[in-house]
């Protein structure tokens, strides 16, 4: 099993940046190494439905956007620190969501929700006009 836990979000006027943290843990990364996962990020905004944001393949070899924030946002992970970010650049009100981390211990990268073997809690980013 693998426990993921968001850090990071806030409230920021539009034009700002933010970095999104997610800290891995758990049993199996005693085996095998937070790179050995596909890494993604999911965003929810109030009202609509769960969308990709950005995912890594295994051993970061591959980067993935969605077009809406391709250009301003960035997927990255530090295998010692067990951690993966995201970060946010040129905040955009329709920006707003909860973000939400997800893992899998498959190779390639992902785009579904369902793909996705581990996720986090959560964390609002409220971005204002």
């Known amino acids: 099993q693998v426990q993921l836990v968001e850090s990071g979000g806030g409230l920021l006027q539009a034009g700002g940046s933010l970095r999104l943290s997610c800290v891995a843990s758990?049993?199996?990364?005693?085996?095998?190494?937070?790179?050995?996962?596909?890494l993604g990020w999911f965003r929810q905004a109030s009202g609509k439905e769960r969308e990709f944001v950005a995912a890594i393949s295994r051993y970061a070899g591959s980067t993935y956007y969605a077009d809406s924030v391709k250009g301003r946002f960035a997927i990255s992970m530090d295998n010692a620190k067990k951690t993966m970010y995201l970060q946010m650049n040129s905040l955009k009100p329709e920006d707003t969501a909860v973000y939400y981390c997800?893992?899998?211990?498959?190779?390639?990268?992902?785009?579904?929700?369902?793909?996705?073997?581990?996720y986090g809690q959560g964390t609002q980013v409220t971005v204002s006009s």
């Open positions: 997800a893992a899998t211990p498959r190779g390639g990268y992902y785009q579904s929700w369902d793909e996705y073997n581990y």
């Open positions: 758990g049993r199996t990364l005693s085996w095998y190494a937070l790179s050995w996962y596909a």
